[in-house]
T-cell receptor, first 119, second 114 residues
Framework: KAGVTQTPRYLIKTRGQQVTLSCSPI?????VSWYQQTPGQGLQFLFE???????NKGNFPGRFSGRQFSNSRSEMNVSTLELGDSALYLC??????????????????FGPGTRLTVL | AQSVTQLGSHVSVSEGALVLLRCNYS??????LFWYVQYPNQGLQLLLK??????LVKGINGFEAEFKKSETSFHLTKPSAHMSDAAEYFC????????????FGAGTRLAVHP
């Protein structure tokens, strides 16, 4: 079974531009979560999508947004890029069937990430 | 609120020596705990997870971790280090009903010397 794929793997943008990152989950997985990894702040949760709905959100400004399509593929968008947005953006997918007790135990499988550099 | 503290940003061991990576958590509700490993230029790979079943959890590549509620700890161990274990290790916590939001520690970089 193919793993989580993220495209592109590397991106270079300039301040003020916007960027869209893509994530294809493992086949059959319905939840996609996004994380930002930086040397200073570490790994931080951005948001989670399930059945095309955002059901959890981290503490990031509104410039960070996402969406999920009917095939569970997800995109995240960052508008008006700032230097501090330079990071590795990781996508993770999981089965996450329904809202039941124990859903927090769902194993998340991570993709290789997209390295974004903002100049 | 939940949080994770990993003691020691860098740990260095000799090949064949015991590996011990420390993780302490803070949670007002029963936590679910995870250890992930990240190799250079790669994503995160799950080593093991604790979900309120057995307190001693065995994972891949010979790693295991013990959940100690009284100490709020979930330390990762491996009896004998291998050169291929050199990587960065992250402890993470989530909670039931918290969907898939993982709160990560700052990470511990493990170096293995011959």
């Amino acid at each position: 079974k193919a793993g989580v794929t993220q495209t592109p793997r590397y991106l270079i943008k300039t301040r003020g531009q916007q960027v869209t990152l893509s994530c294809s989950p493992i086949s059959g997985h319905r939840s996609v979560s996004w994380y930002q990894q930086t040397p200073g702040q570490g790994l931080q949760f951005l948001f989670e999508y399930f059945s095309e709905t955002q059901r959890n959100k981290g503490n990031f400004p509104g410039r960070f947004s996402g969406r999920q399509f009917s095939n569970s593929r997800s995109e995240m968008n960052v508008s008006t890029l700032e230097l501090g947005d330079s990071a590795l953006y990781l996508c993770a997918s999981s089965l996450a069937a329904t809202r039941v007790r124990g859903v927090g135990t769902d194993t998340q499988y991570f993709g290789p990430g997209t390295r974004l550099t903002v100049l | 609120a939940q949080s994770v503290t990993q003691l020691g940003s860098h740990v260095s061991v000799s090949e064949g020596a015991l590996v011990l990576l420390r993780c302490n958590y803070s949670s007002s509700v029963p936590p679910y705990l995870f250890w992930y490993v990240q190799y250079p230029n790669q994503g995160l790979q799950l080593l093991l997870k604790y979900t309120s079943a057995a307190t001693l959890v065995k994972g891949i590549n010979g790693f295991e971790a013990e959940f100690k509620k009284s100490e709020t700890s979930f330390h990762l161990t491996k009896p004998s280090a291998h050169m291929s274990d050199a990587a960065e290790y992250f402890c993470a916590v989530s909670r039931s009903g918290g969907y898939n939001k993982l709160i990560f520690g700052a990470g511990t970089r493990l170096a293995v010397h011959p």
